[in-house]
Nanobody, 118 residues
Framework: QVQLVESGGGLVQAGGSLRLSCAAS????????MGWYRQAPGKEREFVAS????????TYADSVKGRFTVSRDNAKNTVYLQMNTLGPRDTAAYYC???????????WGQGTQGTVST
């Protein structure tokens, strides 16, 4: 099990950028696939991006491909989400998740709010 703490959310104008961070506790961070989901008001939580434990393989939702980049630094126990060319449709609470590659158990952060104004 890992504890996850997100940061980096905020208010940005349309066309701008935000960089989210998710810091994980524990000594086995490299044994976790990591990623991000988001939930807009009145909508279900949706997948955004993920990165495998080795940091090479990534997956993105179609809605963010070409605009968002997920990365990780296993030495810092941190995963990042660089979000560019943001639009109002990207306004949501962003949640970090971790999935243990051995047990498939999941852990979630508390979320960080990203708001894009027109």
């Amino acid at each position: 099990q890992v504890q996850l703490v997100e940061s980096g959310g905020g208010l940005v104008q349309a066309g701008g950028s935000l960089r989210l961070s998710c810091a994980a506790s524990g000594r086995t961070f490299s044994r976790y696939d990591m990623g991000w989901y988001r939930q807009a008001p009145g909508k279900e939580r949706e997948f955004v991006a993920s990165i495998r434990w080795g940091g090479v393989s990534t997956t993105y939702a179609d809605s963010v491909k070409g605009r968002f980049t997920v990365s990780r630094d296993n030495a810092k126990n941190t995963v990042y989400l660089q979000m560019n060319t943001l639009g109002p449709r990207d306004t949501a609470a962003y949640y970090c998740f971790a999935e243990n590659v051995d047990t498939r158990g999941e852990d979630w952060g508390q979320g960080t709010q990203g708001t894009v104004s027109t």
